[in-house]
Nanobody, 119 residues
Framework: VQLQASGGGLVQAGGSLRLSCAASGSIFSINYMGWYRQAPGKQRELVARIISGGSTNYADSVKGRFTISRNNAKNTVYLQMNSLRPEDTAVYYC??????????????WGQGTQVTVSS
């Protein structure tokens, strides 16, 4: 099982970016998919998460600005980021809890994608 993230980049404050993360491999089902971020000198933190039933969780700092969504048919999760701020600058990591076809449950991480917001 692999997670492939894309969509990071450089944007001015107030701008928007959309991150995508596709899961591939021997997948039976996906319990949740989400995004974490880690800024220099800081711990990795949850940004947003969406579980299989569609419920979502957001960090307080991104509520109202970021939207997480999921395409179950494509095993893909998206993070639409609007009204970006310099403090959103970080490496963003896709994460998922996946049930493999062997019925084992594991947590997986994508490779990380850099988001830089200039002031």
């Amino acid at each position: 099982v692999q997670l492939q993230a894309s969509g990071g980049g450089l944007v001015q404050a107030g701008g928007s970016l959309r991150l995508s993360c596709a899961a591939s491999g021997s997948i039976f089902s996906i319990n949740y998919m989400g995004w974490y971020r880690q800024a220099p000198g800081k711990q990795r933190e949850l940004v947003a998460r969406i579980i299989s039933g569609g419920s979502t969780n957001y960090a307080d700092s991104v509520k109202g600005r970021f939207t997480i969504s999921r395409n179950n048919a494509k095993n893909t999760v998206y993070l639409q980021m609007n009204s970006l701020r310099p403090e959103d600058t970080a490496v963003y990591y896709c994460a998922a809890e996946i049930v493999a076809t062997a019925r084992s449950i594991s947590n997986y991480w994508g490779q990380g994608t850099q988001v830089t917001v200039s002031s």
